[in-house]
């Protein structure tokens, strides 16, 4: 056995991503909101950055008086700022004197609270809601108890999920407050007399209970279906049901539709978190040539240029020390990855659109009805990019287009084989079923067999199994399970 130390040398290629590479790539994943978020951060940060109000030449426009030997900055690769022997010899015969710079009140631009933009409006302040523990401990004033119990109850309501359910158990209470079967029975008669009716159950079934005893349906046959019979209620195995408690199948279809009105969640009711707002990343418009014609909605998004005082700076030179100018270095280079980053990206948004819409063609002139089958190695090789590029493109991105706001990844859908070999979109199937059920008798609903052969009569050949999984995953019971008596 050999123990010894041994030097090897070997060959091999890598491929690894600079710090750059890896913003492009984030900043073409983030959604419009989340990239003017990224954006005033690195301002913030970087003061080689400015806002772009096109009162000032950008840096790039060159004049006549520059000599030819400068190079355009845009067209450098990163680290293109280092010094060279030519930029020392004229750092040597012509310096700046930063601090005397600074003091003349140099202005990097970043001063938000000075920049508007003249189509933004003044935003609505948020109304504070209250929190659902908020709510609940406000209400412990007005109600009439012992007062002992109020650590106890307050501890409750902080044990409550955000269904309203309580997870909270005696023995953990045990462990902080001195609770007996009797003082925890009374405490928790309290906490579930708050309102909404069900808040402070221990589980779905005894949320419904306590809802319906608040409603006074103590002696319902709702009632009696979810104290005795709660299992076969979840399978809605209606016959059994009726025979176990002496009763129709009628009566209790209208028990459980009784129970249906009733609020499986309450704690949803107290719910402080506004509803998510969905901004549109892109505009798809009708041109009047009858093309379609997308636009880049960035607003909200400010537009960005590279500060031409520092990049003026650097050229001509300073008696700052050398960590100093690497300092400002770094930071033009950083602004500049930024610009370029952001420009690719609205440019990488843009092929993947108009390839989206060349390959959807009926569902931007007709509607969400005429959506083909998609996927995205088609738009990855109609754009010549790698699929990752395109999946982080359309990931969590929307279009606002003539027929609503959609989802990026609403495009693209598999296909169901037909046999005479044609496909059709998935999408197209499962609302063929969709509408095939909500017409449906009730009283006789139709199996998926029957659904089978309602489509192929429609000319949509779909096997049994993709209409049970197509049922499956847009919530549809099965068939004995939506029967009406």
């Known amino acids: 056995m050999n123990l010894g130390f041994s030097l090897n040398m070997d060959m091999r290629l890598e491929q690894k991503l600079t710090p750059q590479m890896i913003q492009s790539l984030k900043l073409l994943q983030v ?11 690195e301002m913030e940060q970087n003061p080689c950055l400015e806002l772009d109000d096109g009162t000032e030449e950008r840096f790039e426009e060159r004049t006549e008086e520059r000599t030819t030997d400068e190079t355009d900055w ?3 690769a990163p680290d293109d700022f280092e010094e060279t022997p030519a930029a020392v010899a004229e750092e040597a015969r012509q310096e700046i004197d930063w601090e005397t710079y600074f003091d003349d009140g140099f202005e990097t631009g970043t001063n938000f609270n000075e920049e508007r933009r003249d189509d933004d409006g003044w935003e609505a302040t948020p109304v504070h809601q209250a929190s659902m523990e908020e709510f609940l401990l406000e209400q412990l004033k007005e109600k009439r108890f012992d007062q002992s119990l109020r650590p106890l109850l307050e501890y409750l309501i902080g044990g409550l999920n955000e269904n309203g359910f309580l997870e909270a158990t005696r023995e953990e209470a045990q462990k902080k407050f001195p609770v007996d079967e009797a003082t925890w029975e009374e405490a928790l008669n309290v906490l579930q007399h708050l309102d909404p009716p069900g808040i402070g159950a221990r589980d779905l079934r005894e949320s419904l209970q306590i809802q319906l005893q608040r409603h006074g349906r103590r002696d319902s046959m709702a009632y009696r279906i979810v104290s005795e019979c709660f299992g076969l209620l979840q399978k809605l195995k209606i016959p059994t049901i009726a025979r176990r408690l002496d009763s129709t199948p009628e009566e209790i279809q209208a028990a459980i ?5 009733l609020e499986p969640r309450p704690g949803r009711q107290l719910s402080s978190q506004p509803p998510p707002s969905v901004i549109p990343d892109l505009i798809v418009e009708k041109a009047p040539d009858d093309s379609w014609v997308v636009l880049i909605n960035d607003k909200t998004v400010p537009s960005l240029r590279v500060s031409r005082s520092y990049q003026e ?3 001509r030179g300073s008696r700052a020390s050398a960590d100093e100018k690497k300092y400002v270095r770094e930071k033009l280079n950083s602004a500049s990855w930024l610009v370029r980053s952001i420009e690719q990206r609205k440019g990488t948004m843009l092929r993947v659109m108009y390839a989206i819409i060349d390959s959807q063609p009926e569902f931007f002139d007709e509607g969400p009805g005429h959506l083909r089958p998609l996927v995205l190695q ?4 109609k754009v010549k990019m790698h699929i990752s590029t395109v999946s982080r493109v359309t990931n969590e991105k929307y279009v606002q287009t003539p027929h609503g706001v959609f989802e990026l990844k609403s495009f693209f859908s598999a296909s169901v084989t037909q046999e005479d070999g044609t496909e059709i979109s998935s999408v197209e199937a499962r609302d063929a079923i969709q509408k095939m059920i909500q017409a449906e008798d009730p009283e006789n609903p139709l199996s998926d067999q029957k659904i089978v052969d309602e489509l192929k009569k429609n000319g949509l050949d779909v096997a049994r199994r993709t209409v049970a ?3 499956d995953m847009m919530g549809i019971l099965p068939a004995r399970m939506r029967r009406k008596f």
């Open 74 to 76: 845009e067209t450098k």
């Open 313 to 315: 700076m650097i050229r």
């Open 31 to 41: 959604s419009s909101l989340e990239l003017e978020m990224l954006v005033k951060q």
């Open 257 to 261: 539709r009784e129970i249906g009105q």
């Open 469 to 471: 999984k197509y049922r």
């Open 378 to 381: 088609t738009i990855a090789d």
